[in-house]
């Protein structure tokens, strides 16, 4: 079974500054997609940013990076000019490229409460 | 486009009673999904559909039920509540198994006393 683990609980950032949350997982797959997601206050739950594991390159939008490490097995996340608005609970989560339907599902990690400082 | 809805936003039951939670997605989305999210913790799958008179157990499904009459409409029901059953739930959607990502509705905050 694939595990995700989110190990610091909480970070805090100035705003405007660049932070970056650490993810690692556990796999014996080789094809899989890596997604961060993203939290507020509202609970909506608000896809960032995903990541093929057959592609080298990583991926960005905008303000939003991540460092995939595959043979490490290691996705961080690199918020950089940090807003206000970017308060909120980060979940990495991993998801199969099986085709059966339970491999579908996302496996979460535990989640990051970062916190924005003006 | 409203995507994934669910009602109700909120609810407080009591223990034994029942009540289902709903989800609807207007995108016409075969897999669907019901995740419920505990204190301090990540999302863990109930039950998953990948079409209409299609579902499965996923990690967590003790005392819950679904059905998927539609391709639209994804419930879940609670029968006999628990205060173990307190929890946010989410619904969740993707057009297909290759579609990577997934889109969640606004959650239902359950507590049971």
Known sequence: AQTVTQSQPEMSVQEAETVTLSCTYDTSESDYYLFWYKQPPSRQMILVIRQEAYKQQNATENRFSVNFQKAAKSFSLKISDSQLGDAAMYFCAYRSDHPTGANSKLTFGKGITLSVRP | ?113
Request: aromatic residues 12%; charged residues 15%; hydrophobic residues 30%.
């Open chain 2, 1 to 113: 486009n409203a995507g994934v809805t669910q009602t109700p936003k909120f609810r407080i039951l009591k223990i034994g009673q029942s009540m289902t939670l709903q989800c609807t997605q207007d995108m016409n989305h075969n897999y669907m999904y019901w995740y419920r999210q505990d204190p301090g913790m990540g999302l863990k799958l109930i039950y998953y559909s990948v079409g209409a008179g299609i579902t499965d157990k996923g990690e967590v499904p003790n005392g819950y039920n679904v059905s998927r009459s539609t391709t639209e409409d994804f419930p879940l029901r609670l029968e006999l509540a628990a205060p173990s059953q307190t929890s946010v739930y989410f619904c969740a959607s993707s057009p297909d198994w290759r579609q990577g990502e997934q889109y969640f509705g606004p959650g239902t905050r359950l507590t049971v006393t």
